[in-house]
């Protein structure tokens, strides 16, 4: 029966509505009679008196609730302004029903009558209508009554009284209580609902049957969020957050848009505010290339450059998709006040990327095109060396030929006493600019060395965030292994500024923070996706952490500085390394024989070459081990 009403089609529902209603407004009219005589009133003997009992009344009302929109209205949205239409409605309605009633001159209508029947069908009509909507807000449209979850509100501020009203309106959520840290707020009651501390938690979760707790304080410090995503680790719960207040600001989300905890949170280090200055020294009305510009550090410099108004931004990329999507995206955010031209090409072709830098005049280059995937790079080791390090001399050389102004590299932690061919050549990329910096007058070379960046692709976190969807394993390669982690945003904006203080030569390390074991960080997902972990200490808990073993190439920890050297610059955040290097002299022969090597696919013959200009690179993993990697992967249904 129900389902049938609820698909009914709009004007069959409008012609419920209507019938409703004419039946509301006559029972109000006997209702209105029956409670000012004090008994069960029905006219007998007089026709005008019935008439106008119950025809009157529906031929008053129809067409004034009709004029009002009452039949416009979609049931399960009706708020104030629909109560307000109706309160309206329901007054004119009166007041045409009694001038009506004495213009006949019919005896025996009280005047107070008039008043109740005003009365009555206000509460009927808008009742009806708060009904409807309440009953449909309890009802799938297809499987019948829902199944709300009780939620709790982390924070009775704007943000959190403005959710609260959104969870009441929608059909999943039931929100039953507030968590704030001002002792001004215990106890009271905001929205109908009672404010508690952060101690009564565990009790609130208990007593309530919650299932999820949802952070609402937009303008919370990361250092703060993680503080009370700690809190809320051990309790059971799905913890959501709102989107940030930039978001909100922007219009990008609204209020009710309910995230995943944000996986930076349990960082916990607060960003520094960049130098507005240092921004935009090398990019505002310049001509901006980015290489590898449809990567994931490559399309976030992309949008930040744009924001900061160069003249042109060449995005330079040798995948046709990649660099398809981030040019879609820029377009819409910057044109047409910025020339975007897309390129396609590859680092390795000299002629090409000299064409392109002298065509467009090109006065600072952020170089981001890299092989970085450790294992894939492992498995291809002479395209790595190729791409990543002979790459990045033919960038170089270009950017010298056209009296390129600035040219930044990306670097990695990878780089800093390499087990991986990925690491090995991204040093010798470091030294190619190095070398070219000490010779070059006209273009200022330098590098910024940072470790990894949250939910880039190939990044552990997607990986954890499928496996847990799926219900496990979580696959850890060993428990020992911690990695730096950083925002692309943050880490694009330090690269930035960090170009803006070159001179010339210098190395510059980002600071990653403390590193992260990546066990515990498998065991913080599984725990604030609301699961436990399945142990020897908890055999009933919901996901498995298994081990699959260090990939090829890959190290228990990353380290970001070669001799441990360093100064610290303005911003607190990024530090100068002093670090060794070779003059062009010396390093020109090994990096022919080098490319010759990596042309022949000679293996061999490319570590030794690679130990001569990196002695501290020490490979840790042969083709045994590769055939082991491999068999795991299959296994754990690992794809990177």
Not at 169 to 177: D, L, N, W, Y
Not at 206 to 230: C, F, G, M, Q, Y
């Amino acid at each position: 029966m129900i389902q049938t009403l609820i698909n009914l089609s709009r004007k069959n529902k409008q012609a419920l509505m209507l019938l409703f209603d004419a039946v509301a407004v006559i029972s109000a009219t006997f209702a209105a009679f029956s409670i000012r005589l004090g008994y069960f009133y029905y006219p007998t003997g007089d026709g005008m008196l019935l008439l106008i009992m119950i025809a009157a009344p529906p031929l008053l009302a129809l067409p004034i609730f009709a004029r009002f929109g009452l039949y416009r209205e979609v049931i399960r949205y009706v708020g104030f302004k629909a109560l307000w239409h109706i309160n309206q409605a329901a007054t004119l309605y009166a007041i045409l029903w009694g001038l009506v009633s004495f213009m006949v001159a019919v005896e025996g209508i009280p005047r107070s009558a008039i008043l109740i029947n005003w009365i009555l069908v206000m509460m009927m009509i808008g009742g009806s209508r708060l009904f409807a909507r309440w009953f449909l807000s309890q009802v799938d449209t297809s499987n019948g009554l829902l199944q709300k979850s009780n939620v709790l509100i982390y924070g009775a501020g704007s943000a959190g009284r403005q959710l609260c009203t959104a969870l009441r309106e929608s059909r999943e959520h039931t929100p039953v209580a507030f968590i704030d840290d001002s002792n001004e707020k215990y106890h009271n009651s905001i929205n109908g609902l009672v404010v508690y501390s952060q101690y009564d938690l565990a009790d609130l979760i208990k007593d309530n049957n919650v299932k999820e707790v949802l952070l609402a304080i937009p303008t919370l410090t990361r250092s703060r969020r993680n503080e009370i995503i700690n809190l809320l680790e051990p309790l059971k719960v799905v913890v959501r957050s709102l989107p940030s207040v930039s978001a909100l600001a922007q219009g990008k989300v609204k209020v009710n848009d309910l995230l995943e905890i944000d996986i930076t949170d349990l960082l916990g280090r607060d960003s520094v505010k960049p130098s507005a200055k240092l921004l935009k020294t090398n990019i505002t009305n310049k001509v901006v290339m980015v290489t590898g510009a449809g990567g994931s550090i490559g399309s976030e410099l992309c949008r930040q450059i744009v924001y900061l108004k160069p003249k042109k931004l060449i995005l330079y990329d040798i995948s046709e998709s990649s660099l398809y999507l981030i040019d879609q995206e820029l377009l819409n955010i910057a044109a047409p006040s910025i020339e975007i031209f897309p390129v396609i090409g590859s680092i390795t072709n000299k002629h090409r990327v000299s064409n392109i830098i002298s065509h467009y005049g090109v006065q600072t280059i952020y170089h981001a095109a890299a092989y970085k995937h450790v294992p894939l790079v492992e498995y291809n080791k002479s395209q790595g060396i190729l791409n990543n390090a002979i790459g990045t001399m033919r960038v170089a050389e270009a950017a010298i030929s056209a009296n390129v102004e600035t040219f930044v590299l990306i670097s990695t932690d990878k780089a800093v006493r390499p087990t991986s061919i990925m690491g090995a050549s991204k040093r010798v990329a470091e030294l190619v600019l190095q070398a070219f910096a000490e010779q070059s007058n006209n273009t200022c070379f330098t590098m910024v060395r940072f470790g990894n960046v949250l939910d880039s692709s190939g990044s552990v976190i997607p990986l954890f965030k499928r496996q847990i969807k799926d219900g496990g394993p979580v696959t850890v390669t060993h428990s020992d292994v911690e990695r730096y982690f950083m925002t692309i945003p943050e880490a694009v904006e330090l690269v930035i500024q960090a170009g803006a203080m070159a001179e010339g030569g210098e190395v510059f390390v980002l600071d990653m923070g403390k590193p992260v074991l990546i066990y515990d960080l498998a065991v913080k997902m599984i725990k604030l996706s609301g699961l436990q972990v399945l142990d020897e200490n908890n055999p009933d808990g919901d996901i498995e952490i298994q081990y699959s073993g260090l990939r090829p190439g890959e190290k228990l920890y990353e380290e970001l500085l070669v001799d441990g050297n360093f100064t610290f610059t303005e911003n607190k955040l990024i530090m100068r390394a002093e670090e060794e290097m070779i003059s062009w002299d010396k390093l020109e022969p090994i990096l022919t024989k080098i490319k010759d090597a990596a042309f022949n696919s000679d293996t061999e013959k490319l570590y030794k070459l690679l130990h001569q200009l990196v002695p501290e690179y020490k490979p840790i993993y042969n083709d045994i081990d590769n055939l082991e990697y491999k068999e795991k992967r299959k296994k754990y249904k690992i794809v990177k």
